[in-house]
Nanobody, 121 residues
Framework: QVQLVESGGGLVQPGGSLTLSCAAS????????LAWYRQAPGKERELVAT???????NYADSVKGRFTISRVAGKNTVHLQSNSLIPEDTAVYYC???????????????WGQGTQVTVSS
């Protein structure tokens, strides 16, 4: 069974940094795009960053220049390095992976359980 497990959330002061990690496990053939989303209280879930299997990245305007998404080839892991954090970055962060169960299958979305990031002094 495919699982995504996130780690690295916590409490950080404004201007600080955090690195979130997400590891995929279980039986599958490959992972296409990996992404991080976040959801703040009372708001809809929003896309933060994506990275394709070729390493192409895309970021929300609100985090450009501050966040960096990366993936570890061969380890089914994605990281989100978050710098210069501001209170508006406070949210539950979710890992998303488009996973193919076998060579001929369509990619299906899988989600992690979420990790809380709180930016506060």
């Amino acid at each position: 069974q495919v699982q995504l497990v996130e780690s690295g959330g916590g409490l950080v002061q404004p201007g600080g940094s955090l690195t979130l990690s997400c590891a995929a496990s279980g039986g599958f053939f490959s992972i296409d795009t990996l992404a991080w989303y976040r959801q703040a209280p009372g708001k809809e879930r929003e896309l933060v960053a994506t990275i394709t299997s070729a390493g192409n990245t895309n970021y929300a305007d609100s985090v450009k220049g501050r966040f960096t998404i990366s993936r570890v080839a061969g380890k089914n892991t994605v990281h989100l390095q978050s710098n210069s954090l501001i209170p508006e970055d406070t949210a539950v962060y979710y890992c998303n992976a488009q996973i193919r169960r076998d060579r001929y299958a369509y990619a299906v979305d899988y989600w992690g359980q979420g990790t809380q990031v709180t930016v506060s002094s």
